[in-house]
């Protein structure tokens, strides 16, 4: 049995890894098995907290393509243990995830948590489904204006947590928003306070 982490790790990738010193560390993660397959509570946890990622597709002829997906927290689901899905919603009908899927079900997904500098890799195959298919009736329809148009079905055939580093941090406007609003609140509080304790001395 090849380890899962084949999937990233082939010949070509592990002869790199030899040559520039990382290969023994790689060798011990296959050595376990590889990457995780089945979504763990973790994978759903993580889930549950991300409104961005990146999926990867690519033609027949192996031409790569990558497009955003976002939605609010959550937009990305659990299936079954192992299948996420998500409804796609209608966009500029350029169609070019959809069209490579069509004849080349891999994929990668790259997820993202800019907020707590964190981010999820997970590999697997597609296909397109209607929303009507019985196998999205636990999907959450997205609230909004934007019209759903089609649903993505992902099985999962290994994921992995990436390294931190070089994640620039980044945060919600809304959850900015929200604090300084809480702490501008603050400050007026401060300041009426600080006014009605210096009035009695002013008087005098």
């Given at each position: 049995m090849k380890p899962s982490s084949d999937v990233a790790f082939s010949?070509?990738?592990?002869?790199?890894?030899?040559?520039?010193?990382?290969?023994?560390?790689y060798a011990r993660v296959?050595?376990?098995?590889?990457?995780?397959t089945a979504i763990t509570d973790e994978l759903a946890s993580f889930l549950a907290e991300i409104d961005t990622a990146y999926l990867a597709t690519a033609s027949a002829d192996?031409?790569?393509?990558?497009?955003?997906?976002?939605?609010?927290?959550?937009f990305l689901q659990v299936v079954d243990d192992h299948t996420l899905g998500f409804v796609d919603l209608a966009g500029n009908r350029q169609y070019i995830s959809t069209g490579n899927l069509g004849e080349n079900n891999r994929v990668c997904l790259f997820l993202?948590?800019?907020?707590?500098?964190?981010?999820?890799?997970?590999w697997g195959t597609a296909e397109i489904v209607s929303l009507?298919?019985?196998?999205?009736?636990?999907?959450?329809?997205?609230?909004?204006?934007a019209r759903a148009e089609q649903v993505v079905l992902i099985t999962v055939t290994a994921w992995d947590i990436n390294c931190p580093q070089h994640i620039p941090q980044k945060l919600d406007a809304g959850e900015v928003a929200t604090a300084i609003a809480a702490l501008q609140?603050?400050?007026a509080e401060l300041e009426a306070e600080n006014r009605r304790l210096?009035?009695?001395a002013q008087a005098r």
């Amino acid at each position: 049995m090849k380890p899962s982490s084949d999937v990233a790790f082939s010949a070509a990738v592990k002869q790199v890894q030899a040559e520039r010193g990382s290969r023994t560390a790689y060798a011990r993660v296959e050595a376990g098995g590889g990457f995780r397959t089945a979504i763990t509570d973790e994978l759903a946890s993580f889930l549950a907290e991300i409104d961005t990622a990146y999926l990867a597709t690519a033609s027949a002829d192996g031409q790569p393509y990558v497009q955003h997906r976002g939605g609010p927290r959550g937009f990305l689901q659990v299936v079954d243990d192992h299948t996420l899905g998500f409804v796609d919603l209608a966009g500029n009908r350029q169609y070019i995830s959809t069209g490579n899927l069509g004849e080349n079900n891999r994929v990668c997904l790259f997820l993202m948590d800019y907020a707590h500098k964190r981010r999820v890799k997970v590999w697997g195959t597609a296909e397109i489904v209607s929303l009507t298919d019985p196998r999205t009736a636990t999907l959450a329809l997205p609230a909004g204006r934007a019209r759903a148009e089609q649903v993505v079905l992902i099985t999962v055939t290994a994921w992995d947590i990436n390294c931190p580093q070089h994640i620039p941090q980044k945060l919600d406007a809304g959850e900015v928003a929200t604090a300084i609003a809480a702490l501008q609140a603050r400050i007026a509080e401060l300041e009426a306070e600080n006014r009605r304790l210096r009035a009695p001395a002013q008087a005098r």
